[in-house]
């Protein structure tokens, strides 16, 4: 869901509010810089809510994406910044299942997840970042 924060200084700064001494945070996120995002960025709010309803989807259940917090960079720069320790940052390329509507796009897609997982020189290009931070 951290596509989805607004203001990620304000984000984070209450969650190391809420957090113990050495507390733990773990995301996953959809990295900014994977196609799919790139698509959602440059596509209204109103296609996404189209879109999620011809896949059963609530339109209520779509909400404004921002990608403030979708990166390797963005992740360390504002949570290192707030005080906590970067323990994990990965990047990971899963399967294309949100291509299953077109036979077509699910292979295109499947060759995607197969070139970008074969190297590390692709990985910043995989569709979710998983991360920990630690607060100090």
């Not at 909400?63 to 970067?86: D, H, Q, V, W």
């Not at 077109?102 to 979710?128: D, H, I, K």
Request: include cysteine.
């Amino acid at each position: 869901m951290l596509e989805h924060v607004a203001r990620p200084a304000e984000y984070v700064a209450e969650v190391r509010r809420v957090l113990r001494k050495q507390g733990v945070f773990v995301a996953l996120t959809p990295n900014r810089y994977h196609y799919v995002s790139l698509v959602a960025t440059v596509t209204p709010n109103c296609f996404h809510k189209w879109l999620n309803r011809r896949r059963g989807r609530s339109a209520e259940d779509t909400f404004p994406t921002f990608y403030r917090m979708n990166s390797p960079r963005a992740l360390r720069g504002i949570f290192e910044g707030a005080g906590f320790k970067t323990l994990v940052l990965r990047m990971v390329e899963v399967q294309p299942n949100y291509l299953t509507f077109c036979t077509p796009a699910f292979l295109c897609g499947a060759v995607y997840e197969r070139v970008v997982n074969a190297c590390e020189m692709f990985a910043a290009l995989r569709v979710n970042i998983v991360c920990v931070f630690r607060k100090e």
